[in-house]
């Protein structure tokens, strides 16, 4: 397994494995690497011969008032990870090799972005489509594999490969859950024990809906009302929101669900580090409200 730190390098890599007719999957990440991340390269040996990760904390997508300096780092297990699960190249760029001094040009998958829920966290999907073009334009893989879990930045960065015409497939990979239904994320780690207990509610928030979906329910009202129900059963759990969308357009839809519905959530709970930076957790749910 090779670690690369420069993108004139992994440039020259991707070129060197293209002229052998091998096929690239990238898996972007962030590190602090888990059994999901881990299933997207796995799903990505069904694809590609040469299997690459990114691990790159982008600082562009944080936002000021967010856990940039508190996201786990965990380099060393990362790669022991890397290595046991097969992986052939770790791009671990240093900062300036994304952001050279001064750098001012962004990629903005303007509408989506807005209208989606995440949007809320001003710059956030931004700095997500520009670290992605640039992780992109460093790799140049066939395939490039993202996490349902994400279902809001996975659709606009399907969006931003079709706008920019990126010669790639993106592929994505199906949440994986604890136990208790708890999305797998990195940041599971930095909750407290209370907050970790507690957690459980998010997936149970959207079993749930989905529950009531099923039995024929299609208020939105009606249906945030049982979502609320389920997570106000934690105290420690702060609602930063829970939206009905358009999967297509991430925008939210009326209060009568029809079709296909994306639920997202994201809920805060307290950190089990003195950063006092609450830990947000993203997941969603597809409801199939066809009659
Ligand atoms: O999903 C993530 O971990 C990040 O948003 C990504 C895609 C690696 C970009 O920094």
């Not at 001064?102 to 700095?127: C, I, K, M």
């Not at 106000?232 to 930063?240: D, G, R, T, V």
């Amino acid at each position: 397994m090779r670690i690369v730190r420069i993108t004139k390098e992994l440039q020259e890599l991707s070129d060197q494995e293209r002229e052998l007719g091998r096929k690239i999957a990238l898996v972007p990440t962030m590190g602090a690497l888990h059994s999901g991340h881990l299933s997207l390269v796995e799903l990505g040996k069904q694809y590609a011969d040469s299997l690459w990760v990114s691990i790159f904390v982008n600082p562009t997508q944080f936002g000021p008032t967010e856990d940039f300096d508190s996201y786990p780092r965990t380099w060393e297990a990362d790669v022991a990870a890397c290595e046991a699960a097969g992986v052939d190249v770790i791009f671990a760029p240093t900062r300036d090799q994304l952001y050279p001094d001064s750098a001012q040009t962004w990629v903005d998958v303007a509408d989506l972005s807005q209208n989606a829920p995440g949007g809320s966290r001003v710059g956030h999907f931004r700095g997500v489509t520009t670290v992605v073009s640039k992780l992109f334009i460093a790799a140049k893989p066939h395939f490039a594999i993202f996490g349902e879990k994400d279902f809001q930045q996975l659709t606009i960065v399907k969006r931003m490969v079709l706008d920019l015409g990126f010669d790639l497939e993106v592929v994505a990979g199906a949440t994986v859950r604890e136990e208790d239904g708890l999305a797998l994320s990195s940041r599971n780690s930095r909750l407290s024990v209370d907050s970790r207990i507690q957690a459980g509610v998010v997936p149970a928030a959207l079993e749930a809906v989905e529950g009531k979906v099923l039995k024929g329910e299609r208020s939105k009202v009606n249906l945030l009302e049982t979502a609320r129900h389920e997570i106000e059963a934690a105290p420690l759990a702060s609602i930063e929101y829970i939206k009905f969308c358009d999967p297509g357009t991430l925008s939210e839809v009326s209060n009568k669900l029809s079709g296909q519905v994306l639920v997202s959530v994201a809920i805060s709970f307290p950190a089990g580090d003195p950063s006092g930076e609450p830990v947000r957790l993203i997941d969603n749910r597809l409801l199939n409200c066809t009659e």
